[in-house]
């Protein structure tokens, strides 16, 4: 998000979902949606019906490449390399679209230079992608009337995960391939509400409608609104948090919806950093391995069918969400209970309903205003933004940039130079593995919400290994064996996979309590986003048995 607001002053996904279905290409770039986004993938394979070329940029043979016309296997954080090998492509083939660079862009030469010195060749040799691969892709790209490039977590979740986002969106300002129906840039958001939390707010620098936390003028409103003084600074985002436990200088922490104890990267010292807090509560829908951390547990009720309310998906749309079982026992509302929270602080909230709640929103927030509860019904969800309840925008965002008039045109979207580097953990003889993390269909992040479930064709937690590294190390299918990184070590059964590539294994953060994966990786950060490196580690794998055939 903070690519997209850099690049277009929005931080949102450009496109709505049903345009993906008239896009003539669709590139997936580290992204797993067969797997992780399914509802959005269905629009993609009516989108392949209707004749549009899949491609799927990928480390392994993921099971949404395996739908592709085409796949670049590429090596673990060299997707800028790529991207910068794609744009001079385009740039020496002619194939840009110059009357788009010139209406509706800046920094195009600087860019240019920038990335002259990414052939073809020396694309190859970084990325592991063949010359050839990468300039179908640059053509097939260049020449679409309408092509969407979607990534998520394998372009996100590096240390240079903001840098991965613009050099994309360099590349949809070379062809002019955003601000059009069909045509975009589409991050896919990771929860059912995900953006919908940002756009309420829930960002260290941002209130509500993304207004600016130290702009006063936008501050003055909330204040007469709320009855308190905002606090003008900038807070903290979740990495900068643990860091702030690091000098002891965060000493309580009120976590909710979140299993962080499982979840971050380099788990053991978030544990030791989360248990050493004078106090930690915790609101969640069910006892996880951080709850047990902490002083105080609060036992939320709002799992979706029990609470109403909105979510916002990636599309930017906003759908209501409606309560339809009574919550177990003492379980309660999380809305309830912070408003008692904010009761036993002095602070008198009252509101009848949720949609009291939402029309607060309304009044504080432009790009809202026209969402009344009302109409969402009606028209079954609105996108943002939705300034006036008379009005119906596109479903795509920037169509400005192509206005004939410079005023329209608002500001013009800025190319970015940004510079190749290679994940922070080096590949070495002590961990000669590349380790990558991420999702299977039949499970959910940490396993708190999908743990439980049990079935004959579920895949636990295995490391899984290209069949030529299986051969080379005598490694058996189901042998447990133990993983090892600079930071700790794990034990599972091996899977051979023969979508990966040899060099690369990959594992879920599925069953921590099983097997702790996050023991292994690395939690340096993208200093612009917060987000860790969760893509690349470096690791090693022993047998505990000695391999078939060597005795002694
Ligand atoms: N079934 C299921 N669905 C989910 C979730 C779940 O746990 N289970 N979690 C949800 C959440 S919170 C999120 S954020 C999303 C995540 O959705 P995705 O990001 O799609 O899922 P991941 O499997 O984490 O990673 C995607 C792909 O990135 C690739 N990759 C790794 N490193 C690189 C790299 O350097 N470059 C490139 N180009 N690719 C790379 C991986 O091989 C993997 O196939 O899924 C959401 N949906
Ligand atoms: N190794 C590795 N680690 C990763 C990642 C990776 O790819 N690899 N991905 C990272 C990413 S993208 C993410 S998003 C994180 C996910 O990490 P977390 O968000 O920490 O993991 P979840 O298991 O999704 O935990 C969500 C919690 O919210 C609770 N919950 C659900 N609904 C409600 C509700 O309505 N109210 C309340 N109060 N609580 C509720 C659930 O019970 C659960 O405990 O993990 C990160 N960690
Ligand atoms: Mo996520």
């Not at 090596?75 to 090998?85: E, F, N, Q, R």
């Not at 996100?156 to 991965?164: K, R």
């Not at 009302?374 to 940039?401: K, M, N």
Request: charged share 25%; hydrophobic share 40%; net charge negative.
């Amino acid at each position: 998000m903070v690519g997209l607001a850099t690049v277009f002053g929005a931080g949102g996904g450009t496109s709505s979902y049903e345009e993906a279905e008239s896009a003539d290409l669709i590139v997936m770039w580290g992204s797993n949606a067969r797997n992780a986004h399914p509802i959005f993938f269905h629009h993609v394979l009516q989108a392949i019906h209707n004749g549009a070329k899949l491609y799927a940029v990928d480390p392994r043979r993921s099971e949404t490449a395996q739908f592709a016309d085409r796949w670049l296997g590429i090596h673990v954080g060299t997707d800028i390399a790529l991207a910068h090998t794609i744009a001079r492509e385009i740039i020496h083939a002619g194939l840009t679209n110059d009357d788009f660079i010139a209406r509706a862009t800046t920094g195009f030469d600087e860019f240019a230079a920038s990335v002259e010195s990414w052939t073809l060749e020396r694309g190859e040799a970084v990325t592991g992608v063949p010359a050839e691969a990468i300039r179908d892709l640059a053509h097939t790209y260049a020449t679409a009337n309408a092509a969407q490039l979607c990534w998520t977590l394998g372009i996100t979740e590096h240390h240079n995960g903001v840098d991965n986002v613009l050099s994309l969106c360099n590349l949809a300002l070379l062809t002019g391939q955003v601000g059009r129906y069909g045509a975009g840039l589409t991050p896919l958001r990771g929860q059912n509400n995900v953006q919908g939390g940002g756009d309420m707010g829930a960002l260290p620098n941002k209130l509500p409608g993304f207004q600016d936390v130290v702009d006063d003028e936008a501050r003055a409103k909330f204040d007469t609104e709320w009855g308190v003084a905002t606090p003008a600074e900038t807070g903290w985002h979740l990495t900068q948090m643990f860091e702030a436990m690091e000098r002891d200088e965060l000493k309580a922490l009120f976590v909710i919806g979140e299993n962080p104890a499982q979840s971050e990267a380099d788990v053991s010292h978030a544990i030791d950093l989360l248990s050493s807090r004078d106090h930690l509560v915790v609101l969640d829908i069910y006892l996880t391995k951080t709850a047990e951390l902490a002083d105080v547990v609060l036992p939320g009720s709002a799992s979706w069918c029990e609470s109403d309310g909105t979510v916002t998906n990636s599309e930017r749309r906003v759908q209501r969400v409606r309560k339809a079982l009574d919550p177990p026992g003492d379980a309660r509302d999380d809305v309830w209970i912070l408003l008692e929270l904010a009761k036993r602080l002095g602070h008198e909230w009252h509101y009848d309903d949720h949609e009291q709640i939402w029309d607060e929103l309304r009044r504080l927030s432009p790009m809202h205003a026209g969402m009344s509860w009302a109409r969402l019904d009606e028209l079954g969800g609105i996108q943002w933004p939705c300034f006036s309840e008379d009005t119906v925008e596109p479903p795509y965002l920037h169509g400005r940039l192509w206005a004939d008039d410079p005023a329209e045109r608002g500001r013009p979207a800025p190319f970015s130079v940004v510079e190749h580097d290679p994940p922070v953990e080096e590949l070495s003889d002590a961990f000669p593995l590349r380790l990558t993390t991420g999702r299977r269909l039949d499970s959910y992040n940490t396993g708190v919400q999908s743990g439980g479930y049990r079935s004959p064709n579920r895949i636990g937690e295995t490391i899984d290994v290209s069949p030529e590294d299986a051969e080379a190390m005598q490694l058996a299918d189901g042998e447990v064996v133990r993983v090892s990184s600079a930071r700790g070590s794990v034990d599972a059964p091996v899977r051979i996979d023969d979508g990966l590539r040899p060099g690369l294994v990959f594992m879920t953060m599925h069953f921590p309590d099983e097997v702790d994966v996050n023991q292994l990786t690395i939690d340096a950060t993208d200093p612009k986003a917060g987000t860790a490196e969760f893509k690349a580690c470096a690791v090693r794998i022993d047998k505990f048995v000695a391999p078939v055939g060597v005795s002694g």
